[in-house]
């Protein structure tokens, strides 16, 4: 075997990278060549209100998710208060794209290393139901964020900041229902699968970091950063989000790795179940104890198929509470805005992603920071693949090249990286 393994482009991932493997000195460059797209410099200058439209266009299967934190971190620079129909209408939006970002990730990216595929295509022939299920998935995700973010599937238009230029009609909200019965079902279905797959064993993150949930309930949604190691758990504020991830550039990479105390963490369904699981309710907590889940990352395809019934569950529970206390219009909120400094954390479908923004007098931008999840977990899937070649090492089969480049791509991939946004 060559003294250097190198995966040209890792597929089956959003966005382009590679793999380099140096075995003589033990080094793994997870290679990520996709531009850097400058998006915190194109919003300088713009106005609060610009901001949103902009910054979701990071990207298309997660640009719900980066609309609704930039606009959380705007009302939190102009202390601006939003209604609850508001936050439950931006927190069903949030669980459509959880669904769609899910149910694309497990049965079109992943689900094929499980069965001897190459993509859905290759499912579709061996297990059919498996691929609709995923597709269906996908679909319903779509179809909640059309409904409330303006008619698109992505980048939403409906969505602004104290609220929504259009409130959905009740019967269109109701209409969802039955999908998301389905879609709860379709969640076990996926925790079933996912719970009787064969997988190798990879040493657990030394550090898991997810935002703390308000209240007693598992929820995307928290007020605190925890950051736990083996044997305890740290809590800070989401304003001091630097103390937990601390950039740094690699020479090796366009993305920018973020490292806690000069150490790897990471973010993600695995961290939340991990570390909060014990909150799930009701047929999500259900779907987790059909689980003998671990701290393997590999199991992040497993804690992402219990979120979707977590997900489905929320759906139908806020849909109830809004047809329940529906006010069809809301009076638009008045707020002043000045010199002033926002940031705001939402759990998004690979971890926690942050934004920062600092405006003048004016409320023009003058400095933005945003962390995207798969720009934290980079540091940690390196350190994953060194330990698959150190395993082979320790079993004698370092010759097997193959196998550590379809191992390395297969746990790459339970990452769910998100290589656009890595390189925003």
């Known amino acids: 075997m060559s003294r250097e393994i190198k995966i040209e482009h890792i597929c089956r991932v959003e966005g382009h990278g590679g793999v380099t493997i140096d075995l003589a000195r033990d080094i793994v460059k997870l290679e990520i060549f996709e531009g850097s797209r ?49 936050m439950l209408l931006r927190e069903l939006i949030h669980c459509g794209g959880m669904i769609e970002s899910h149910g694309l990730h497990l049965f079109c990216l992943s689900a094929p290393d499980y069965l001897d595929c190459t993509s859905i295509i290759g499912i579709a022939e061996k297990n059919p139901e498996l691929a609709n299920i995923g597709l269906r998935l996908k679909k319903l995700g779509n179809k909640i964020q059309e409904i409330i ?52 064993p990879v040493d657990e993150p030394q550090y898991f970091s997810a935002l703390k949930p308000v209240g007693n309930r598992f929820s995307f949604y928290g007020e605190n950063i925890c950051i736990s190691d083996r044997t305890e758990t740290k809590e800070f504020k989401i304003r001091d989000y630097r103390k937990v991830c601390q950039e740094v550039v690699i020479e090796h990479s366009k993305a920018k790795h973020s490292l806690y105390n000069g150490k790897p963490f990471m973010v993600g369904s695995l961290a939340r179940v991990m570390m909060f699981g014990d909150l799930l309710y009701d047929k999500s907590k259900e779907a987790m104890e059909m689980t003998k889940i671990t701290k393997n990352p590999l199991h992040n395809n497993l804690a992402q198929a219990i979120e979707l019934v977590y997900a489905g569950q929320r759906c139908l529970e806020i849909i109830d509470e809004l047809l329940d206390t529906w006010m069809e219009n ?10 002033s400094t926002g940031t705001a954390a939402l759990e998004v479908p ?11 007098e004016s409320g023009k931008n003058i400095k933005t920071d945003i962390i995207t999840p798969t720009a934290i977990n980079i540091s940690n899937m390196e350190r994953d693949v060194r330990g698959i070649v150190e395993s082979h090492r320790q079993d004698a089969d370092s010759t097997d090249e193959a196998a550590i480049t379809s191992k390395a791509g297969m746990l790459l991939r339970a990452y769910d990286p998100c290589i656009s946004c890595s390189v925003h």
């Open 38 to 86: 400058f998006f915190e410099l194109l919003v300088m200058g713009k106005s609060f209100d610009e901001i949103p439209p902009i910054v979701c266009r990071i990207c298309a299967i997660c640009s719900i998710s980066h609309m609704i934190t930039s606009l959380m971190a705007i009302e939190n620079a102009f202390g601006i208060a939003i209604s609850r129909q508001t």
């Open 350 to 360: 690979r971890g926690t992603l942050y934004h920062h923004y600092e405006f003048d």
């Open 149 to 200: 973010g303006g008619g698109r599937p992505i980048h939403p238009i409906n969505l602004c900041i104290g609220g929504f230029g259009r409130i959905p009609e009740k019967h269109e909200l109701a209409a969802l229902k039955k999908e998301l019965e389905i879609a709860v079902n379709d969640g076990f279905e996926a925790v079933s699968f996912f719970s009787n797959i064969d997988i190798f």
């Open 330 to 339: 809301e009076a638009s909120l008045m707020f002043q805005f000045g010199k």
